[in-house]
């Protein structure tokens, strides 16, 4: 099941701090980002987050 997340924050070094819909922050690395083909992100913007198998971000996609 897709997690469904809103961008608190894009830091300069690239990576992202979201805030998913239970209310929990999860910080996700730049290299989740290119993978998910952004250029940019801008705090309030809705976002997919896709998970590997231990729990990290592997890629940041557009909502579903």
């Known amino acids: ?3 469904q997340a809103t961008v608190s924050a894009h830091h300069p070094d690239g ?4 805030l ?5 922050l999860v910080d996700v690395p ?3 980002l290119a ?3 952004w250029r ?4 309030g913007q809705r976002v997919t987050l ?7 971000v592997r890629a940041l ?3 579903v």
Not at 20 to 24: E, Y
Not at 40 to 43: F, I, N, S
């Open 1 to 3: 099941m897709p997690e």
């Open 15 to 18: 990576a992202a701090t979201v």
């Open 20 to 24: 998913r819909d239970d209310g929990v």
């Open 30 to 32: 730049a290299a989740a």
């Open 35 to 37: 993978a998910g083909g």
């Open 40 to 43: 940019a992100l801008r705090p």
């Open 50 to 56: 896709d998970r590997d198998p231990a729990g990290g």
């Open 61 to 63: 996609l557009r909502p």
